[in-house]
């Protein structure tokens, strides 16, 4: 059974930081893709950032330059660092992985965790 647990999210001032954690089990992790996405009330769940197998990262423009992806596939963790967070960043915020195996398409979310960011 795969699972996707994230934790961290919370209540924190404009210009604070969270850190964001992802633990994943039942997939092989250091293949897939993994990420976070980020659902505000009212709005489209939209992508914050992910991290390919081989380390490549992507990052929405918003949080270029205050938020950073990493993983370690030791512990099947991938994790978001977020600076000057501001009050646009509150958010339900989820863990995604993906990936291709024997041409077949897998993916999967975790349940979410909310970050609030007071201005």
């Known amino acids: 059974q795969v699972q996707l647990v994230e934790s961290g999210g919370g209540l924190v001032q404009a210009g604070g930081s969270l850190r964001l954690s992802c633990a994943a089990s039942?997939?092989?992790?250091?293949?897939?893709?993994v990420g976070w996405y980020r659902q505000a009330p009212g709005k489209e769940r939209e992508l914050v950032a992910t991290?390919?197998?081989?380390?490549?990262?992507k990052y929405a423009e918003s949080v270029k330059g205050r938020f950073t992806i990493s993983r370690d596939n030791a512990k099947n963790t991938v994790d978001l660092q977020m600076n000057s967070l501001k009050p646009e960043d509150t958010a339900v915020y989820y863990c995604?992985?993906?990936?291709?195996?024997?041409?077949?398409?897998?993916?999967?979310w975790g349940q979410g965790t909310q970050v609030t960011v007071s201005s």
């Open positions: 995604n992985a993906r990936g291709d195996i024997a041409f077949r398409a897998y993916e999967y």
């Open positions: 039942g997939i092989i992790f250091s293949i897939y893709t």
């Open positions: 991290i390919s197998a081989t380390r490549s990262t």
